[in-house]
């Protein structure tokens, strides 16, 4: 059974198909890659997955929920999809006006109900697993790249969905930071986690991904193991 | 040397022209026209012209100075300020003889005599009788009058409410729906006010005794004289009672007026003394004492300025309070609601926004009185609150627009309903950004709150403008109201800078 499943997708935007019949399945487990170059969809695969895009045609699924073109999922349709997906965007989006706890324990305690000081202590306890617990009480604006990139993942992790959606992790970081997401991100896999994530980044694609979808003008044109097509994917990005 | 005599050269041109302006065969009477008859008003047959008694007796003037009569609109509360500006001759507009106006003004002989005269609704005409039986109850008069100082004795001495109205016809009609319970004002305004609205009635006690006088600049004392002797001259050959025969106010007081007048015209101080009791020759019982120094006043009316400046603040704390709430609402419904609904909520801002808030606050108090009769305060609080939750729901509309919408994709990623996200994560950033023209708006509403003056209630603004009429100058008491609004403005913009710094310099751009 697949962790996610993408029928014949197509998004269009402002007129302009941007991903053009596309199918994929992601295994339990698995880091599946979409590399390609900027403006061949797969932040548009993501944001369709996530729920923060219409697709005229096609089907997602995942764990049981599935999804067909039309409007974007509310209310009830919205909590279903976000108890099964996360997403961490390129540049964080972290809330500004809170803390990076606060970020992370909010939606547990809103959403899910939790209480609030356990999902205080959850939240401490993640960021301290992503390296990042001293800087709990820090505002986003206080945040490097990579650490307001960490707090991020934590948000994300802390609703503990299946499938976690990582657009462009890297893209914000050094070579060192690199390494040391690429060490997290192949921690939570081995954790059972599924991972798509859309990448330029070659050398992550080596350090942790197990597939890759190598994506030109919304279609798959090439997909294989990462170690042989991480090259390809990342001509011309870095 | 040169430039200062340049300087006076050109100022004294300037007054020699303005000089030959007022003297240019034309005699420019001020008044206010709302007053209405027997006073002025607008002819109904040529309503480009103006009848009434006053405008006979300017024109009994202008015949006697060889001038033509020219009649000048100004608003009731701003004859003495204009007059004393050189923005017409005289003022002749039931103006009363008070001890401030003739401190600040040139006043002519008193030329009518009145009575002032309770009047309340038939239904009690048994049981309030004088201003004893009225304790506790509002009682309605006209700003800056006889019967305004008389009615603040009287809430000291009985505990009676006086409840200051801007125009002598809202009295009565308030009145007769049970606003207020007794009206107390001369008795020409009183004869008119129960002609007017059947079920009152004038009770038959006379409260104080006072007389309209004509105004003019305090330099202006020889045309003042002038007029005196023209006005000597009308009491003595009937003119001035022919006119008052016409408009149907000649009574037994107004002969005894005009002998104490021509009596003291021809006692000692006849040679010009501008001492005013011995030139009129009159027993003014009923008005207050003598001039006081303008600080003692000052000071004496204190405590009144203070507790008006607490109106103020709580009007306007309460009022903003609403104007949040619905600004809150009407952009919440604009941002989020359908088109129907926001088309809905742009009409009504741009209503509001674009028509005075006077107008809305007359609407509220005076307008609807036949559906609902609002108390002023609440009609207060409504007017402001309203007004303003227009222009506070366009602060709050662009400051929800203004946040990044990249934070609004991480809530919903989260699963946070539109709702939660609102209240979690937009709102409290539109806060920050909305935080200072807030604070702006509150300062201006403190402001704005002196229009409620105009449906009777009596804040700051109001209270200062009573004590300036009293003491017959602005200074000190602008000066001490300037110093109150501050007071009260200030601490709002600290208070606002540091909610600023509290909130972070995190939210987004």
């Given amino acids: 059974m697949s962790a996610l499943t993408v029928r014949d997708l197509h998004v269009e935007r402002g007129g302009r198909a941007v991903v053009r019949g596309l199918s994929f399945a992601a295994r339990p487990g698995e880091l599946l890659a979409l590399m390609g170059a900027s403006g061949s969809g797969k932040t548009s695969v993501l944001r369709a997955v996530a729920g923060l895009e219409r697709f005229t045609a096609g089907a997602i699924e995942m764990s049981g929920f599935s999804r067909g073109p039309g409007a974007l999922p509310r209310g009830a349709a919205l909590r279903e999809l976000h108890a099964r997906v996360g997403m961490v965007f390129q540049f964080h989006n972290l809330f500004a006006h809170l803390s990076a706890a606060h970020n992370v324990w909010l939606a547990p305690v809103h959403v899910r109900g939790t209480g609030r000081e356990e999902a205080e202590r959850s939240a401490r306890r993640l960021l301290h697993e992503l390296g990042v617990g001293a800087r709990a009480d820090a505002r986003p604006h206080e945040l490097s790249g990579g650490e307001a990139q960490r707090v991020a993942i934590a948000r994300a992790l802390a609703m503990e969905p299946p499938l976690l959606l990582l657009d462009e992790p890297t893209a914000s970081l050094d070579r060192e930071r690199r390494a040391e997401l690429a060490r997290t991100v192949r921690g939570l896999v081995s954790g059972g986690r599924t991972i798509v994530a859309a990448t330029h980044d070659g050398d992550f694609v080596r350090a942790c991904a197990d597939r890759v979808l190598l994506l030109e003008e919304g279609r798959i044109v090439r997909e294989g193991p990462a170690g042989t097509l991480a090259e390809a994917g990342g001509q011309g990005s870095e | ?509």
């Fill in chain 2, 1 to 509: 040397m040169r430039r200062p005599l340049v300087l006076a050269a050109i100022v004294c041109g300037v007054l020699s022209a303005r000089a030959v302006a007022q003297d240019a065969g034309v005699l420019r009477f001020g008044g206010d026209a709302e007053g209405g008859a027997p006073f002025m008003e607008a002819d109904p047959r040529d309503p480009s012209r103006v009848v009434g008694f006053e405008v006979d007796v300017a024109a009994l003037l202008a015949a006697g100075l060889g001038r033509t009569p020219r009649f000048v609109q100004v608003g009731f509360v701003t004859l003495d300020p204009a007059v004393e500006r050189g923005d017409f001759d005289i003022g002749l507009s039931g103006l009363e003889d008070l001890p401030g106006r003739r401190a600040r003004l040139a006043v002519t002989v008193p030329y009518y005599e009145f009575r002032e005269v309770l009047t309340v609704r038939q239904s009690d005409a048994a049981r309030l009788t004088s201003l004893e039986t009225l304790r506790g109850r509002r009682v309605a008069t006209l700003g800056a009058t006889l019967a305004a100082d008389i009615l603040e004795r009287a809430r000291q001495d009985h505990g009676v409410v006086p409840v200051i109205y801007e125009d002598d016809v809202h009295p009565y009609t308030d009145l007769a729906i049970g606003r207020v319970d007794a009206v107390l004002l001369d008795a020409v305004l009183a004869e008119r006010g129960v002609s007017r609205n059947p079920g009152l009635l004038n009770q038959p006690s006379n409260l104080g005794v006072g007389h309209y006088v004509g105004t003019l600049a305090p330099a202006n004392t020889a045309l003042r004289d002038r007029i005196d002797d023209l006005l000597r001259a009308a009491m003595k050959d009937g003119r001035l009672e022919a006119i008052f025969r016409k408009w149907r106010m000649w009574n037994g007081d107004q002969p005894r007026l005009y002998a104490r007048v021509l009596a003291a015209e021809s006692g000692p101080d006849a040679s010009g003394s501008r001492d005013p009791d011995p030139r009129t020759g009159l027993d003014q019982t009923a008005a207050p004492g003598g001039r006081e120094p303008a600080l003692a006043a000052t000071m004496r009316y204190l405590p009144a300025l203070l507790r008006a400046a607490v109106i103020t603040l709580l009007l306007s704390c309460v009022s903003m309070a609403l104007a949040v709430a619905t600004g809150i609402a009407i952009a919440t419904g604009r941002v989020y609601g359908g088109r129907t609904l926001a088309a809905g909520l742009t009409a009504w801002v741009e209503l509001v926004r674009g028509t005075p808030l006077l107008l809305q606050l007359f609407v509220l108090y005076f307008g609807l009185e036949s559906f609902v009769q609002l108390p002023a305060v609440a009609a207060a609080v409504l007017g402001l609150g309203l007004n303003y939750g227009a222009y506070e729901s366009e602060i709050y509309r662009g400051a929800l627009q203004a946040v990044a919408p990249g934070q609004l994709e991480a809530a919903r990623t989260l699963g946070f309903s539109d709702w939660q996200a609102l209240r979690l994560v937009r709102g409290p950033q539109a806060l920050k950004l909305a935080l200072a023209p807030m604070t702006n708006d509150f300062v201006a509403l403190l402001k704005d709150s002196s229009l409620v003056s105009m449906i009777t209630v009596v804040e700051l603004t109001k209270q200062t403008s009573i004590l300036a009429a009293n003491i017959g100058s602005w200074f000190l008491p602008g000066l001490l109201c300037a110093a109150m609004y501050l007071a009260m403005s200030l601490p709002l913009a600290r208070l606002a800078r540091r909610l600023e710094r509290r909130l972070g310099p995190g939210a987004p751009a």
